[in-house]
């Protein structure tokens, strides 16, 4: 799934609409669409007691954001998924759709489920009336078949809803095409049932274009409307709210009657479904400006806005379901947009990675590579041991760790299935000497790892620099090692094979000299900028870690939990990129893949605990 900048949005309407032909009114006709459909799914999900979408934002589990599914379904309420929503039928776990059956039914039975809609299937044609009371119940019953043989008319599931009668939404409009893309989908709630009222920011005699299409349409159908600073608005007093107020046009801080009705709609405790992005966020860098929505559920259109995957943009945006609205999706890449959403078909497609890992009948050790790591030291051993044991894990062959000699007498046994390679360190640290010992050790090696727990020590620099450009196979850098190259020039330092940086945001404001919240703002961005800058792999950790390519592509891993955040996590991402750069993977499959597979280990372990706040690094590699 391809992930755009409010900027590559707008060259991709415009190519929709100039040369396509697509009109600018068609695509908001959808988007209103898909915003309506998403309200009406909200309040079914309401309806059947799922407490996972209330007011506030987020699902209910403690931070694993949720991202609607495709009309495949993977989604379901809750478990992490991003997904284009075909219309009719997308995201969030509506396993109540069922679009498009043929011959099929609508009618909202109310009962969230798909239980309803098999009835009808044999002819029946069911149209709810206004209570949502559908005529379901007679064919299912065996009653007379009212339409002709060969004839059906299917209603629209999912813009119906049993309860409508007892919703009350409020659409905040704005004044550019954000705003126009609530006012449709205020008249497709309107014909759901749904009792809908138009807040305008401003005057809506300022809206222009499709807007001002919407505008008329809305009031044409007697949509009831006030506009804010003019008339009292109360926005308690609903059952939710759609945000339509600032999409990919807005700039800066919300401003004036904007401001205020965000504020107003985040105090009003209403559930807010935001259309495109949460007005006052910044679509690009993930930036909340103050105030920003709190949105439940995000209505994300077309493509997925970087600013939706980058906290804290993504705590605000709630549950985000993309959904198409008629730009082709195979758009974004002839136009040149090179940031996806890590998912298995991504690795499967563009990355060519074989994400089943399956093993040859005919294999055996030498067939899966050897992974050399220099790492440890006597204060910081157990970060060595956990990127060795996870190198192991992720399916190598083999795995020597280099270590200080003195540091042997305490690993040994720890786990028999390492090779441990002692150098003559001093007391238990590395020292600069030891640069020669592990070049000869890494001759015949397929990756080498270095820095989880290596300490620093005098000549560091040089010593880095040494194995930097003579080893002859592909390089992980981590922890430690990081830092030695954040304090020495590498700008200079030649090399032939790829090299993958795994830094946590402090390691990265070290890289890029700026601070830990600079790196924070804008992840993807800066990741991208420094891979293409210093010819890396840039591994950036953290929630949602940010995979970028020398070349300018970006990969954004949604997998993980909370719970990881634990000493060792790390090394252990760092030994499972090793071993599976060691299996044969490039550098950018195995730092994608290293990065989805940690993270859905880490989902693994923390299932397996009461709470996972107590889970710690070790229990990641035995869920791999
Ligand atoms: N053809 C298109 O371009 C489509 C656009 N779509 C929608 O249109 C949105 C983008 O529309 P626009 O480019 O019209 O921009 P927006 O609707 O996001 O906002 C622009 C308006 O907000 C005002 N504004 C900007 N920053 C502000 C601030 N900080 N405080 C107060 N007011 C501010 C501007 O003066 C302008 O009137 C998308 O997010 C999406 O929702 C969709 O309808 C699909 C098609
Ligand atoms: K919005």
Redesign the pocket.
Known sequence: MDVVTAEE??AL?RET?ERLGIP?IA??EN?GRAIAEEVIALCRRRGAGDAGYGAGGGSADGGTRSYGAGAAGSADGGTRSYGVGAAGGAGGGLRSYKAGAAGGVAGGSGDGGTSSYGAGVAGGLESADAEGRGLGAWAAGGGPAIQPRGFSVSADSALTLAAAGAEHWLVLA????????GLAAARHLREAGIAVTLVYAAAPESLAG??ALQRDAAAAMGIPAVVYGRDAVDLAACSGIID?L???????????A??ELIAAANASGNPIVS???PSGLDADTGETHEPCIHAAVTVC??FLKRGLLQYPGAGAAGHVVVRS?GIPAALARESGVRVSLLTPEVLRTRLQVDVSRRRSPEGHKGTYGHVLLAAGSLRMSGAGLLSARAALRAGCGLVTWALPDKLLPYVIGCAPELMLAPVAGSDGEWHAGTAAEVLRLSGSRDCVAIGPGLGRFEGDTEWLRRLWEETDSPLVIDADALNILADADYSAWSRRHPVILTPHPGEMARLAGISTAGVQRDRIGLALSYAAAHGVILVLKGAHTVIATPEGQAYVNITGHPGMGTGGAGDVLTGIISGLLAQGLDAAQAAAFGVYLHGLAGEHAARKRDNPAALIAGDIIEAL
Request: glycine letters at 22%.
């Open positions: 949005m707008r309407d609409i600018a695509l908001m988007a704005g004044k550019g095409n954000n705003g126009g893309d499709e807007a339509a600032l999409g990919t046009g807005s700039a800066g801080a919300p401003r004036g904007y401001a259309a495109d992005i259109l077309a609205i």
